[in-house]
């Protein structure tokens, strides 16, 4: 599977996700259901998955993806000190490990290190190279990031809040307190040479 066909996999699983919502309660608003997307995620993939808070210091791993092939089950691991934003993004990225259908573990220690991720991935050297399958652990990484995108704050929604953010109607603490995941996040893929790059690589799969 390359990588086009694995993004499109996870655009895919939003796009369930949304009729889910809206078939259920009505209009989707901005936060995820976690409850709802894993309910998806499990019919999309096959697999049983199970999300676990566990004790241990988040340092160089955040969150780590374990399945089990033979049973189709899959643990979610995220240290349980984490706060309600950024336990929400390493859930969701290890969320798109397993749509990607690729094992995986979070090398995530900083802000900062997201950031780098968030850069790598939107670059034009990458977007170059996405027809190529998602095989090393630094690129599959960082396509994970994207993937946690389109599931928690998706392009359209990146787009309008932007714009938002711009017209000084919201800063980009409130919009992350509303998407509930980390400011840090909702500033870079905000930023104009991301949303344009961003555009690329959506009209890129979509073609």
Same mark, same amino acid.
């Not at 984490?82 to 929400?88: A, D, G, H, I």
């Not at 990146?158 to 909702?186: H, N, T």
């Given at each position: 599977?390359?990588?086009?066909? !694995?993004? +499109?996999?996870?655009? !895919?699983?939003?796009?369930?996700?949304?009729?889910?919502?809206?078939?259920?309660?009505?209009? =989707? /608003?901005?936060?995820?259901?976690?409850?709802?997307?894993?309910?998806?995620?499990?019919?999309?993939? /096959?697999?049983? $998955?199970?999300?676990?808070?566990?004790?241990?210091?988040?340092?160089?791993?955040?969150?780590?993806?374990?399945?089990?092939?033979?049973?189709?089950?899959?643990?979610?691991?995220?240290?349980?000190?984490?706060?309600? #934003?950024?336990?929400?993004?390493?859930?969701?990225?290890?969320?798109?490990?397993?749509?990607?259908?690729?094992?995986?573990?979070?090398? $995530?220690?900083? +802000?900062?290190?997201?950031?780098? =991720?968030?850069?790598?991935?939107?670059?034009?050297?990458?977007?170059?190279?996405?027809?190529?399958?998602?095989?090393?652990?630094?690129?599959?990484?960082? +396509?994970?990031?994207?993937?946690?995108?389109?599931?928690?704050?998706?392009?359209?929604?990146? #787009?309008?809040?932007?714009?938002? =953010?711009?017209?000084?109607?919201?800063?980009?603490?409130?919009?992350?307190?509303?998407?509930?995941?980390?400011?840090?996040?909702?500033?870079?893929?905000?930023?104009?040479?991301?949303?344009?790059?961003?555009?690329?690589?959506?009209?890129? #799969?979509?073609?």
């Amino acid at each position: 599977m390359n990588s086009k066909e !694995q993004y +499109a996999r996870v655009l !895919q699983v939003r796009e369930l996700y949304k009729k889910e919502v809206e078939e259920k309660y009505g209009p =989707m /608003g901005p936060e995820v259901s976690k409850e709802l997307l894993l309910d998806v995620v499990q019919n999309f993939t /096959g697999y049983d $998955v199970e999300v676990l808070g566990v004790s241990w210091s988040p340092g160089l791993v955040k969150s780590r993806l374990e399945r089990n092939d033979k049973n189709k089950t899959a643990e979610i691991v995220h240290s349980s000190e984490l706060n309600t #934003c950024w336990r929400n993004f390493v859930v969701a990225k290890e969320i798109a490990h397993l749509i990607f259908d690729q094992q995986g573990e979070s090398c $995530v220690s900083s +802000a900062g290190d997201a950031i780098k =991720m968030i850069e790598g991935l939107l670059s034009e050297s990458m977007l170059n190279s996405l027809p190529e399958p998602i095989d090393s652990a630094v690129t599959s990484e960082r +396509a994970m990031v994207i993937g946690a995108a389109e599931l928690v704050f998706p392009f359209e929604h990146a #787009c309008d809040y932007q714009q938002r =953010m711009k017209d000084g109607k919201l800063s980009s603490y409130e919009v992350a307190k509303i998407f509930r995941i980390p400011k840090v996040y909702i500033e870079r893929l905000t930023q104009d040479d991301v949303i344009s790059t961003w555009r690329k690589l959506r009209t890129h #799969c979509a073609s």
